[in-house]
């Protein structure tokens, strides 16, 4: 073929790093570890995708980019020890991938998925590549498109060596933070790469929602304008919610249809589409027994947007028995109601985030991984979806207290939620009373609710369990575990 390879070959020269699978996402990857100084090749199995990027390369300031049609000559192009980043979709493409390129390769050259993986796909593609003498990590990558061209969140995990081997490459093309250093490091052994950057998209879930329903309850409620909203949203970027995602937010209520009258936002379908890792994120906190009922009630946010044609119709249902879309339409004092959506905005935020800090630490605790939440929260301080300043407060969190049973009872933390659960209170009660459905907030109150009281109703559910099904229970007065007759005590009152 037609490549750049052309000019290597003649001063028999090998880049430093191959790059398959050429979608929007590999592509900018590629151009960025090319703008960081690094030949790399590239390839992918639809062809004309390896075309596209070597004139991107060309365009973009003629990066070495250097594209390949077939897979022997794109592994061949690369010095070893080879390192090989794949950015193809997870499942089977992946197991297909490494296939194809694995015949081409040699003990001691490493590959690199840098998909979002279920993270037992990637410890079981590390024992069978170690079986061909080939180093494997799973790496997470935070950032979307814009972070993958300009410098992404990296999250890799497996095996050490292999990181080592990348190592020089990863800490110049990720997100650089100031005082902060660049957004990588190595996560742990196993699939604990991938786990983490799960449980960072269940965050993502939850902050999303939570930005929703703030947006929710001032639109229908405080009936504020796009205009309005824009800078509220703006407002609230410059203090302690500063974030990508309120940054964003704000671009949105700005940008007016170019295919009609009035704003884009409004003629966005309300039915949320998903992937699969906040899913995933739920179902591992499940099986670990923690409770994530802030990510899971985004979860179920999504799950309810996408009935869309059966809301329609209940809506007209309700209607007819009086119940209007807003339930109480009472005045509102716009200024008070946007400082409190803003006070209770952060507030569940720190829920969705200690929520997800557990998660990751008892999956840690569990497979032995030995992860550092403090360096966790560094990493997604630039580059990732979530990144926000508010990330550093978390880091400092666990610098003071790397044990930490949960974020809300880090003094700082627990002072900010006592400060502010007063203006939480005031709108989960206006949502519920004008008929608004707050999930993640309410969920996250109600975690905050329950983490902090010393003694709940749960005695009586353990009760019941023992009545109708013998479970025994233990007392709060005397060692050991009892079982009572209930139904026979019972019974014999009644008479």
Same mark, same amino acid.
């Given at each position: $073929?037609?490549?750049?390879?052309?000019?290597?070959?003649?001063?028999?020269?090998?880049?430093?790093?191959?790059?398959?699978?050429?979608?929007?996402?590999?592509?900018?990857?590629?151009?960025?570890?090319?703008?960081?100084?690094?030949?790399?090749?590239?390839?992918?199995?639809?062809?004309?995708?390896?075309?596209?990027?070597?004139?991107?390369?060309?365009?973009?300031?003629? *990066?070495?980019?250097?594209?390949?049609?077939?897979?022997?000559?794109?592994?061949?192009?690369? !010095?070893?020890?080879?390192?090989?980043?794949?950015?193809?979709? +997870?499942?089977?493409?992946?197991?297909?991938?490494?296939?194809? *390129?694995?015949?081409?390769?040699?003990?001691?050259?490493?590959? #690199?998925?840098?998909?979002?993986?279920?993270?037992?796909?990637?410890?079981?593609?590390?024992?069978?590549?170690?079986?061909?003498?080939?180093?494997?990590?799973?790496?997470?990558?935070?950032?979307?498109?814009?972070?993958?061209?300009?410098?992404?969140?990296?999250?890799?995990?497996?095996?050490?060596?292999?990181?080592?081997?990348?190592?020089?490459?990863?800490?110049?093309?990720?997100?650089?933070?100031?005082?902060?250093?660049?957004?990588?490091?190595?996560?742990?052994?196993?699939?604990?790469?991938?786990?983490?950057?799960?449980?960072?998209?269940?965050?993502?879930?939850?902050?999303?929602?939570? #930005?929703?329903?703030?947006?929710?309850?001032?639109?229908? #409620?405080?009936?504020?304008?796009?205009?309005?909203? !824009?800078?509220?949203?703006?407002?609230?970027?410059?203090?302690?919610?500063?974030?990508?995602?309120?940054?964003?937010?704000?671009?949105?209520?700005?940008?007016?249809?170019?295919?009609?009258?009035?704003?884009?936002?409004?003629?966005?379908?309300?039915?949320?589409?998903?992937?699969?890792?906040?899913?995933?994120?739920?179902?591992?906190?499940?099986?670990?027994?923690? +409770?994530?009922?802030?990510?899971?009630?985004?979860?179920?946010?999504?799950?309810?947007?996408?009935?869309?044609?059966?809301?329609?119709?209940?809506?007209?249902?309700?209607?007819?028995?009086?119940?209007?879309?807003? *339930?109480?339409?009472?005045?509102?004092?716009?200024?008070?109601?946007?400082?409190?959506?803003?006070?209770?905005?952060?507030?569940?935020?720190?829920?969705?985030?200690?929520?997800?800090?557990?998660?990751?630490?008892?999956?840690?605790?569990?497979?032995?991984?030995?992860?550092?939440?403090?360096?966790?929260?560094?990493?997604?301080?630039?580059?990732?979806?979530?990144?926000?300043?508010?990330?550093?407060?978390?880091?400092?969190?666990?610098?003071?207290?790397?044990?930490?049973?949960?974020?809300?009872?880090?003094?700082?933390?627990?002072?900010?939620?006592?400060?502010?659960?007063?203006?939480?209170?005031?709108?989960?009660?206006?949502? #519920?009373?004008?008929?608004?459905?707050?999930?993640? $907030?309410?969920?996250?109150?109600?975690?905050?609710?329950?983490?902090?009281?010393?003694?709940?109703?749960?005695?009586?559910? !353990?009760?019941?369990?023992?009545?109708?099904?013998?479970?025994?229970?233990?007392?709060?007065?005397?060692?050991?575990?009892?079982?009572?007759?209930?139904?026979?005590?019972?019974?014999?009152?009644?008479?």
């Amino acid at each position: $073929m037609i490549s750049l390879w052309e000019d290597m070959a003649e001063t028999k020269q090998l880049t430093r790093i191959g790059l398959a699978g050429l979608a929007v996402m590999g592509q900018n990857l590629a151009l960025n570890i090319a703008e960081k100084g690094f030949p790399i090749s590239v390839y992918n199995r639809t062809t004309s995708k390896v075309d596209e990027t070597v004139e991107r390369a060309k365009k973009e300031g003629d *990066l070495p980019v250097y594209g390949f049609h077939d897979p022997e000559a794109f592994v061949n192009s690369i !010095q070893k020890p080879r390192v090989i980043i794949m950015l193809v979709k +997870a499942g089977a493409p992946v197991d297909q991938t490494i296939k194809t *390129l694995s015949a081409y390769m040699e003990k001691g050259d490493c590959i #690199i998925d840098g998909g979002n993986e279920w993270y037992e796909n990637t410890e079981r593609r590390e024992k069978a590549v170690a079986e061909l003498g080939l180093l494997y990590l799973g790496m997470g990558v935070s950032g979307g498109e814009e972070g993958a061209r300009n410098g992404p969140s990296l999250m890799p995990g497996g095996s050490f060596e292999a990181y080592k081997h990348i190592e020089d490459i990863l800490l110049k093309v990720a997100a650089q933070v100031p005082d902060s250093g660049p957004c990588v490091t190595f996560i742990g052994k196993g699939g604990s790469g991938n786990f983490v950057k799960m449980v960072h998209n269940g965050i993502e879930y939850g902050d999303m929602q939570l #930005i929703a329903e703030a947006y929710d309850v001032l639109k229908s #409620i405080g009936k504020l304008t796009n205009e309005e909203l !824009q800078g509220v949203f703006s407002e609230w970027n410059k203090g302690e919610l500063l974030s990508f995602l309120i940054e964003i937010t704000a671009d949105i209520f700005g940008i007016k249809d170019d295919k009609g009258d009035g704003y884009l936002v409004d003629k966005v379908l309300d039915k949320t589409g998903m992937k699969g890792t906040g899913k995933w994120t739920v179902q591992q906190a499940a099986d670990l027994s923690i +409770a994530a009922p802030t990510i899971a009630a985004s979860l179920d946010g999504r799950f309810l947007s996408g009935l869309k044609e059966e809301r329609v119709e209940a809506a007209k249902v309700f209607k007819s028995g009086g119940f209007g879309d807003i *339930l109480s339409d009472q005045a509102v004092d716009k200024k008070k109601l946007i400082d409190d959506v803003r006070q209770a905005l952060y507030a569940s935020k720190i829920c969705s985030y200690a929520q997800g800090m557990n998660l990751i630490r008892a999956k840690s605790i569990e497979k032995g991984w030995d992860l550092k939440l403090g360096e966790l929260a560094r990493i997604w301080k630039g580059g990732c979806i979530i990144r926000a300043v508010f990330l550093d407060r978390i880091k400092k969190a666990y610098d003071r207290n790397a044990d930490l049973a949960n974020l809300l009872v880090d003094p700082e933390f627990a002072k900010e939620i006592i400060d502010r659960q007063s203006a939480w209170r005031r709108v989960v009660c206006l949502a #519920i009373n004008s008929g608004i459905s707050t999930p993640g $907030m309410s969920a996250s109150l109600a975690y905050f609710d329950t983490y902090r009281r010393g003694r709940l109703p749960a005695n009586l559910v !353990q009760a019941q369990r023992d009545y109708f099904g013998a479970h025994t229970y233990e007392r709060t007065d005397i060692e050991g575990s009892f079982h009572t007759e209930w139904f026979k005590t019972a019974k014999n009152l009644k008479n």
